[in-house]
């Protein structure tokens, strides 16, 4: 029992994604109004960015660049290097995130400005009409 409590612990940030991950789902799907809408898919996001890079993390290894020059023919142990794509993915989808953020508040305000509030029931109410 134990081992099974002392694996899960040593996993908190695979756990830290899934209760994000979870909360920012809830945000989207259950909230009316569309500010806690993009809050939840920024947490969603969020979450996403820590699992991946959790994936990426080696305990013990370095960064792949290699010591030796050009003309040595040496093989390479892979194990002993930290893989980099996942981090520079992530990278990619932070910059990705802040604009889709961006363009979610630009869009919240056009919105507001023609609708007079941000609650998806009174705009669809506004719409029927």
């Given amino acids: ?9 040593g996993r908190y940030n695979y756990w830290a994604a899934i209760i994000l991950l979870l909360i920012g789902l809830y ?15 920024t947490i969603f996001q969020a979450a996403i ?8 993390d080696k305990r013990g290894a370095t ?9 040595t023919h ?9 893989n980099p794509l996942p981090h520079v993915l992530m990278l990619t989808a932070i910059v990705v995130g ?18 007079g509030t941000i609650e998806e029931d009174e705009i669809l109410e506004t719409i029927d009409q």
């Fill in 27 to 41: 945000g989207m799907i259950a909230k009316n109004n569309l500010l806690k809408k993009v809050i939840g898919m």
């Fill in 63 to 71: 960064i792949p660049i290699l010591d030796h020059g050009h003309g």
């Fill in 98 to 115: 802040v604009s889709t953020l961006g363009v979610a508040l630009a869009i919240l305000q056009k919105i507001y400005r023609v609708h």
């Fill in 49 to 56: 960015i820590l699992f991946y890079v959790s994936i990426g």
């Fill in 74 to 82: 040496q093989a390479i142990e892979a194990a002993a290097y930290a």
């Fill in 1 to 9: 029992m134990e081992d099974l409590f002392n694996y899960i612990i």
